[in-house]
């Protein structure tokens, strides 16, 4: 993934009262940020529940979400499985980049936390 690709998100969106300040502020690609829209929280797929949707600035990604051979990726708690479900993490486009990009050695990323 190119860093030229991302566009900066609203964690909290400013309708439900963010902020613009960096600790509300993150990466985003393009598609994600479009299907997220200003949501907070939607509802797991497995378990039909309402729950936050994933929140980079305070949790851990490899708590989330796993990486899987393929290179789509698998929700591994409410949180994550609604965060791709809602953001359509596993689309095709976005799951042939992530696997083209590990096939160059440019995915995961090495510093991603």
């Known amino acids: 993934m190119r860093l030229a690709n991302f566009e900066i998100d609203h ?3 400013l309708k439900y009262g963010g902020e613009d300040a960096s600790g509300n502020l993150c990466l985003s690609c393009a598609p994600c940020n479009r299907h997220k829209g200003p949501e907070i929280a939607a509802v797991d797929p497995q378990t039909d529940e309402a729950t936050k949707l994933f929140n ?3 949790q ?3 708590e989330h979400f796993e990486i899987k051979p393929d290179a789509s990726l698998a929700g591994l708690t409410p949180e994550g499985r609604a965060t791709v ?3 359509r993490m596993n689309e095709a486009p976005r799951v ?3 696997y083209g990009e590990a096939l160059l050695g440019n995915y995961p990323c090495q510093n991603q936390p």
């Open 11 to 13: 964690i909290v969106s």
């Open 56 to 58: 980079p600035r305070q």
């Open 60 to 62: 851990n990604w490899r």
């Open 85 to 87: 479900s809602v953001l």
């Open 96 to 98: 042939e980049q992530r």
